[in-house]
């Protein structure tokens, strides 16, 4: 009555070698690729000056001179001060005359990339500072979670306003 | 004297300890290896120089990687964009080369990521900058590590 199927049973794939190759796969990958994200400051170059363009005149009391000599000393209008304080200074000046304050950059060519850095740090915090103060006040949050359209709106009440020379 | 023996020392079965299946092991590893196949990207560029970039507290993460031109500033002072080395003079064919092959509106959004490690001089920095003006290519990235905030 019993049927029996006798079968030769099918010898099982040894698959414990899968482990190994994938295990060599992930470490060429480890290798071969890199999990650097390209971090940094943004910022806009001006374009190209014009032969015909006439220099924008800009009265002197607007203007803020930050200076960088060729043994990394930092100046602020001739006195002599850190990044630290620089923020902070920064920050008065353009709370003070928001639409009409220029900060102008004059560095020197022996001036290390390192201390202009820290400088352009220093600068890209008091506008932070003051634009996320502002974003905190208007909407309730800070600058980075504001919509699109509440960004402009800041970013028009505290713009930008930087000169950089070219370096003698 | 018949001392009551705890169950598992049962002494008819003496079986010894089952083998750890390792079946699942295969599907842990490639999972862990698609993991990294995702969150990284192949190294594109073969570093022709040495640099170290300055750090700062206000470093911002950059959005694409894809219509980068990455510019390292060795610290000799060499200069090399994405894979070659080039001296001034070769900046503004490259970045017009690449700008070729890309669709308007990525040209748009064309960056340069400016690698320079943090003993050049600001005159070799001033020079790349009024190429890249030259080149129409705007948009700036001060590379830099992320400090901590004090």
């Known amino acids: 009555m ?21 295990f060599m796969l992930l470490i060429f990958f480890l290798v071969t690729s890199s999990m650097d994200t390209d971090k940094g400051l943004l910022r806009q170059l001006p374009p190209p000056p014009d032969e015909q363009q006439q220099p924008l005149d800009i009265q002197q009391e607007h ?3 930050v200076k960088l000599d060729s043994h990394n000393q930092l100046t602020l209008d ?5 990044c630290q304080q620089l923020t902070e200074q920064l920050m008065q000046h353009i709370e003070q005359d928001r639409n009409e304050h220029v900060i102008s950059i004059e560095t020197s060519r022996e001036t290390s990339y390192e201390t202009y850095y820290h400088v352009q740090n220093a600068i890209v915090e008091a ?39 070219k370096p003698e | 004297m018949n001392k009551i023996r705890p169950r598992f020392r049962s002494s008819d079965s003496q079986r010894g ?25 192949m190294r594109d560029d073969n570093l022709k120089v040495r640099y170290q970039v300055p750090a700062g507290t206000e470093v911002r993460k950059m959005e694409q990687k894809s219509d980068v031109i ?8 060499r200069i090399q964009i994405d894979n ?6 070769g900046i503004i064919p490259y970045i017009n080369k690449v700008r070729q092959t890309l669709s308007p509106e990525q040209a748009e959004r064309l960056t340069v990521s400016l690698k ?13 900058r009024q190429e890249l003006q030259k080149a129409y290519s705007l948009k700036i990235n001060y590379s830099g590590s992320e400090a901590a905030r004090q």
Do not use: W
Not at chain 2, 116 to 128: E, F, H, L, Q, W
């Open chain 1, 78 to 82: 001739g006195t002599l001060l850190t």
């Open chain 2, 70 to 77: 990455n510019l390292y500033i060795g610290d000799d002072g």
């Open chain 2, 17 to 41: 300890v089952p083998g750890l299946n390792l079946a699942s092991m295969p599907d842990l590893i490639f999972t862990v290896l698609f993991f990294f196949m995702i969150v990284t990207h």
């Open chain 1, 127 to 165: 506008y932070s500072t003051l634009r996320d103060q502002r974003a905190r006040k208007l909407c309730g949050r800070p600058y980075a979670q504001c919509s699109a359209e509440e960004r402009a709106d800041i970013e028009h009440y505290y713009p930008q306003r930087i000169s950089e020379q």
């Open chain 2, 84 to 89: 070659q080395l080039v001296t001034l003079d």
């Open chain 2, 116 to 128: 320079a490690d943090r003993k050049t001089p600001m005159g070799t920095i001033a020079d790349v």
């Open chain 1, 63 to 65: 203007v803020t001179t």
């Open chain 1, 2 to 22: 019993f049927r029996r199927h006798y079968r030769e049973p099918v010898p099982e794939l040894n698959t414990s070698s899968t482990a190994d190759i994938s």
